[in-house]
């Protein structure tokens, strides 16, 4: 049994909400997508990119093989357009089936698994991720660092034969919790924060949603701020 809450804000400091997310547990089918700052039409991108994936899972496509798809239609659509700046989204996607899950991503929207703790699944494709992995920079200082923002891979922006899509999969144990968000969750509120706010059983996944959206308002609420939660009961 599958319970899910979800919500987005366009925040405190943005004038539109180029976030998207889908949630749907008849299809199995749970996503964030994060239009580009900075970009033009990046609400536009975000839910092209969602409809996308929507439409080729149904078509029974690999959750992987329906992000490539997504992503091939975004640079298609960007073409026609003859945009001077691209449209660009992020995407962080979650496929469950009776027994399995499969997950899939591209930028800095993030996936993390609750099962007796907060464990990020998902690899950040950034420019300050970049530079942790090299010794570059401490990981402590990586939120403050002034490109914290600047994507390596991003759907609608990154050539399809350079797109490196992000992906993991294992079995589903009752207990077990999804949180797919984008970062405008992730910027102003502590993995700390989120792993408490996950683990209250005594909420309903839309309360404890609910709050973590409350808890990056009261942080600043400087972006967008989207968050999917899926518990397997």
Known sequence: MIEFGHGTHVGLRRT????????????????????????LHGEVASALVRDAVVELVAQDQRLIEAVQGAGERLLACTRD???PLPMGTTIAALRLTADSYEVAWVGDSRIYMWQQGLRQI?????????????????????????????????????????????????????????LLCSDGLTECVEDATIARTVARTDLAAQECVDQLLLCALDAGGDDNISAVLVRCI
């Open 16 to 39: 539109r909400n180029e976030d998207t997310y889908y949630a749907d547990a008849s299809l199995g089918l749970f996503l964030v997508a994060d239009g580009m700052g900075g970009h």
């Open 81 to 83: 357009r003859f945009d």
């Open 122 to 178: 998902s690899h950040d494709h950034s420019l300050v991720q970049a530079l942790i992995e090299a010794g570059q920079l401490d990981p402590a200082k990586a939120s403050n660092h002034p490109q914290r923002n600047v994507l390596t891979q991003a759907l609608g922006v990154t050539a399809a034969a350079q797109l490196h899509i992000g992906m993991a999969r294992g079995w589903l144990e009752a207990g077990m919790a999804f």
